[in-house]
């Protein structure tokens, strides 16, 4: 991974992420959801291994290196998003209709957004990108008070969409 991208933008490219272990295969993306995890940060953290029940989340030797996802055992499920305190894992479906991916990501923000709006759709920088819709947000006990939002996308924008920006709503 280029430290220079990391270190002066605080964001990696999306090249630098296919070079890590948390990024799936082009085979595997083409078999429906799966987790796309985008830890970067060699930190003590693992609530994302004990999350996943299919152990297709790792962390091999020391609890500071960064997690391994096997993508053929990766269910799509979805429970690892919340558990993860860096906000770093997204569950992506390149293949959710002919013309759109969903992308499915935490949210820690209010108001939540409603199903069926249309909204901004931002990549990881936060520059927005193209306009989405909501499918879902869950918000359960499951969930531990993270808000998992699903949206659908342009197809291209399945692996540069990252989150959504709401705009402001005044109460009346």
Known sequence: MSKETIEYTGVSSLQELKNTNGFPSEKRFKKGPVAVIECIQEIPCNPCVDACPYGAITIKGSINNLPI???DKCKGCGLCISKCPGLAIFLVDINFSKEQAAVSFPYEFLPLPKVGEEISAVNREGKFITMARVLK???GIK???TPIVTIIVPKKWGNEIRS???PQRRSS
Request: proline share 0%; glycine share 8%; no cysteine.
């Open 69 to 71: 996802l096997d993508g």
């Open 137 to 139: 947000v869950q918000n």
């Open 143 to 145: 969930n531990d008070r």
């Open 164 to 166: 959504i920006l709401i």
